[in-house]
């Protein structure tokens, strides 16, 4: 799976090739993104910076292994990411501003069912050792990929917000029903529906793509004979953001040029959500703006004053 775009390939390439205004180019492209980002997440306006220079090193130092399975923005989010959560000592936030504000305190009084295991733990026993766990990551990427390009191209944005609450913001049932307005119960049919869905297309590439389980046919740590932990979804969602829109599409969103239908559902993954990756590319689209405001506006008034100055 190749997810790289064309613009993403040519600056890659360059990098590469060692062509010298390459690199430029890569930092000028990510680098706003990245710092609305980092800011978001760190207080101090110079450890954000820090963090931010360290990503781009980061990507340096892995470029000869990176082989575009995501695309360069989010291989560049998923570093700073890291960066950041080291510089916090391990603690973390969820990437949805919903999860964090909802998790302020109901887990207290929440079941022990309701708590989801820690992802290492859950890794562990989905997957056994680091490569096979690499390898599960990657098909999981691929199977929550065509699920929500199934969504994506049917318009069918209710249920597409419906497992975004489920599996990228980890809420429950009940939550993720008063939130989009379903029940319940056809909140778990949507789970169940797209969980098999994903376990479909699992097997089907399961035979040639990946390295035999370790676990007999039909046993239940087998990746594909039962569903995949929701903690192990949402470490997948978190870093390969297989349902954020485009940069491009927060664009038209931010000039309100979406048809309804989009323009509705990137409102929710922005506002509702709270996906802290495409708020940080809104933020930096309009800051760009400002900037490109401020610059149209200084031209304006040069050229008009270019008179008066030659007079003195
Ligand atoms: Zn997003």
Redesign the pocket.
Known sequence: MNALSEAERYLLDAVRRGDEQGWPQLVDRYQGRLLAFARSRVRNASDAEDRVQEAFIGLLRGLEKFRGECSLETYLFSILRRRIIDSHRGKTNSMCLLRDTLRGGDDEDAGPEARLPAPDLTASTYARNAEHRGELHRALAEAITDLVSGYKEALNFRELKVIELLFYAQLRNAQVGQAVGVEAGHVATIKTRSLSRIRKYLLNRTPSDSPESPEAPGSSASPVSSDPPEALLTEVWEDH?P???KRSTIGGYHLGTLEPAWQDYVDF?LNNLG?R??LANLDDLKESEDRAHMDRLRQRVLQSTVGFLKKS
């Open positions: 953001r349902s954020c829109p993954h996906c990756f495409c």
